[in-house]
């Protein structure tokens, strides 16, 4: 079986980094997350990423397929330009892609879910934060349409556990 990319996608306190960690450890797989990555490109240069982020997150992936080893990518993938990245790296390694787009329906609960985040020492430490409401709504405003073919996974109407098992049906798992 050759290796695949999975990209998770949504707004941040959607859910999708519970879901892409546990399913990076469920496969063995390498897990990529963009707010790693952009803070410790912010934390070297003292500079908030732009598109340097997913540009090595891209480089990243790359580097685990050609290996044979699945990849699990997580961000917030607003654009259709980063959609269209990630599928040209699936393409370049001749592997398939799943796109699964996290979402949460209930407003209340995002909002209580962005609010009570706290930025991981073990991987944050310094000058990133997780971003305030106000900012995931800013980011909520320039999230594109999607043209792709995705998976949608609610996490406000169901138990994570029913999710992960739906997420596993759409792998083969």
């Not at 340097?52 to 891209?58: K, W």
Request: hydrophobic share 45%; net charge negative; proline share 5%.
């Amino acid at each position: 079986m050759s290796a695949q990319m999975i990209v998770f996608s949504g707004l941040p306190g959607s859910g999708k980094s519970t879901l892409a960690r546990r399913l990076a450890g469920h496969l063995g797989a390498a897990y990529l997350r963009i707010d790693s990555v952009e803070a410790a490109l912010l934390n070297a240069t003292g500079h908030p990423a732009s598109v340097e982020g997913y540009m090595v997150a891209y480089t990243l992936a790359a580097d685990q397929l050609e290996l044979g080893l699945d990849v699990v990518a997580d961000c917030v993938n607003p654009l259709q330009v980063t959609r269209d990245a990630w599928a040209a790296v699936a393409t370049r390694a001749g592997c398939p892609l799943l796109n699964i787009e996290v979402v949460c329906s209930d407003v209340a609960e995002h909002r209580r879910r962005v609010e009570t985040r706290q930025a991981d020492p073990a991987t944050h430490a310094g000058q990133w934060q997780p971003p305030t409401w106000a900012q995931v709504q800013d980011g909520a405003h320039d999230y594109e349409p999607w043209t792709a073919s995705r998976v949608v996974l609610d996490t406000a109407t169901r138990a994570p556990d029913a999710l992960f098992a739906e997420l596993l049906s759409h792998l083969g798992s």
